[in-house]
């Protein structure tokens, strides 16, 4: 005998299913029916709950993206070197997909499935790294380099495509290909090949020192 759930329960339970049904197969892979079997329900008390499968698909969205993991702790331990913070921050960032790898399963199927909910709750993951490393690089970047702006998204870029490559290797293959690496190992590595690739060395971490434009070439361009 089934136990009877209240309303809210229920709701819970449904998004539950539905976030790991649409992490595996993305949200047109995913059917009604194929929810509502995986709760126990009807599709018709599904219905009750979220009126279409966008509905659904949305609330799920919703409900990870205001899961924002907190960078405070890793700001206040790090004496405000930039390094340091973003080490911190990263290592955040990957223990929460660690934690709930579908996370990063429905960031990827989002972005496949082209759904209009996708672009709030991408941004959303992503915001404090790159408004991070924009302000950071706009602190140190010499206001008279060719393409400064450029540089700058570039870079937020390039991080955000390391670390991302780094969880797919690690949680989206059949095998764990960083199985012997640390979370915190993982981090710093992370961060130490990006300030190598901009050009940022130790003695500019913890001061405001331009980097000159010989340092910048190292910066891909996006033209």
Do not use: C
């Amino acid at each position: 005998m089934n136990t009877r759930l209240s309303g809210p329960e229920r709701r819970q339970s449904i998004l539950k299913e539905a976030q790991r049904l649409f992490a595996d197969k993305g949200f047109h892979g995913v059917s009604i029916d194929e929810i509502a079997r995986a709760v126990n329900v009807s599709p018709a008390i599904l219905y009750r709950h979220f009126k279409s499968k966008q509905d659904l698909y949305d609330a799920v969205l919703q409900e990870l993206s205001s899961q924002r993991e907190s960078y405070v702790e890793a700001v206040v331990n790090s004496d405000a070197n930039f390094e340091e913070v973003l080490i911190g921050m990263t290592e955040v960032f990957i223990r929460s997909i660690d934690e709930n790898p579908n996370l990063l399963r429905i960031e990827m199927q989002s972005l496949l499935d082209g759904n209009p909910a996708t672009s709030e709750f991408f941004e959303n993951r992503w915001k404090s790294f790159a408004d991070y490393i924009n302000y950071s690089m706009n602190e140190r970047l010499a206001y008279d380099i060719a393409d400064r702006e450029i540089k700058i998204l570039s870079a937020s870029l390039m991080f955000q495509g390391m670390v991302r490559e780094a969880l797919l290797q690690k949680y989206l293959q059949p095998q764990d290909r960083l199985i012997d690496v640390s979370l915190s190992e993982l981090s710093r590595e992370l961060v130490t090949l990006f300030l190598r690739a901009i050009g940022i060395h130790e003695t500019q971490l913890t001061q405001k020192d331009s980097i000159d434009s010989e340092q910048t070439k190292t910066i891909p361009s996006a033209s």
